[in-house]
């Protein structure tokens, strides 16, 4: 199974800051038909999660553009280039290049 | 507005049953593979398993191989999950999930329900 490492695993950032979270496969992304399917998920405090971004950097519609997925074969790096109160939330990195689909363990994203 | 409707957690001992059900408008469901995802409480997300539209592929996670069936009801637009032989570490929210579509747009886990609670104690 392609494992998903991020880091860090909690993450306090004043508002107004960037944040950044890293998301490490242990095998690449890469699938056959030259696309890289790596997705990123907001998971809100007792909410369903939302997909953010797909396929590294493509926005899902109603995704605010300072998030910015970027990265390649097995390091990606999810963005937000200045934190809101409505940031706060666990995001999760997703490969769904190979069989099982695997998650990361979570990056809680807190207001300092 | 694509809508996914979960229903049929609860509480059931070890060594029980449960079927979950997943009830979807909003999109053509059967054009659609479909997912079930789950979450223990206050941990992480864990794909479960998957149905192609046809219901000719069927996927499992290994910790649910032989115990879980995943099934559908195109006429129904209803997707189901059938969990025997439950363990505690099956408790958690079971979402359903879109997976790929034929039109082509990347669409798996672009909508997901509110989920559905299974506890599994005694």
């Known amino acids: 199974d392609v494992v998903m490492t991020q880091s860090p695993l909690s993450l306090p950032v004043t508002l107004g800051q960037p944040a950044s979270i890293s998301c490490r496969s242990s095998?690449?992304?890469?699938?056959?038909?030259?696309?890289?399917?790596l997705s990123w998920f907001q998971q809100r405090p007792g909410q369903s999660p939302r997909r953010l971004i797909y396929?590294?950097?493509n926005w899902d519609s109603g995704v605010p553009d300072r998030f910015s997925g970027s990265g390649s074969g097995t390091d990606f790096t999810l963005k937000i280039s200045r934190v809101e109160a409505e940031d706060v939330a666990v995001y999760y990195c997703?490969?769904?290049?190979?069989?099982?689909?695997?998650f990361g363990q979570g990056t809680k994203l807190e207001i300092k | 507005e694509v809508k996914l409707v979960e229903s049929g957690g609860g509480l059931v001992q070890p060594g029980g049953s449960l079927r979950l059900s997943c009830s979807a408008s909003?999109?053509?469901?059967?054009?659609?593979?479909m997912n079930w995802v789950r979450q223990p409480p206050g941990k992480g997300l864990e794909w479960v398993s998957y149905?192609?539209?046809?219901?000719?592929?069927?996927k499992y996670v290994d910790s649910v191989k032989g115990r879980f069936t995943i099934s559908r009801d195109n006429a129904k637009n209803s997707l189901y999950l059938q969990m025997s032989s439950l363990r505690d570490e099956d408790t958690a929210v079971y979402y359903c999930?879109?997976?790929?579509?034929?039109?082509?747009?990347?669409?798996?886990?672009?909508?997901w329900g509110q989920g559905t609670l299974v506890t599994v104690s005694s």
């Open positions: 999930a879109r997976d790929w579509g034929d039109n082509g747009a990347y669409t798996p886990f672009d909508h």
């Open positions: 909003g999109f053509t469901f059967s054009s659609y593979n």
């Open positions: 149905i192609s539209t046809t219901t000719s592929d069927t």
């Open positions: 095998q690449s992304l890469v699938y056959s038909d030259g696309n890289t399917y």
């Open positions: 396929k590294v950097s």
């Open positions: 997703m490969q769904g290049a190979q069989w099982p689909y695997t």
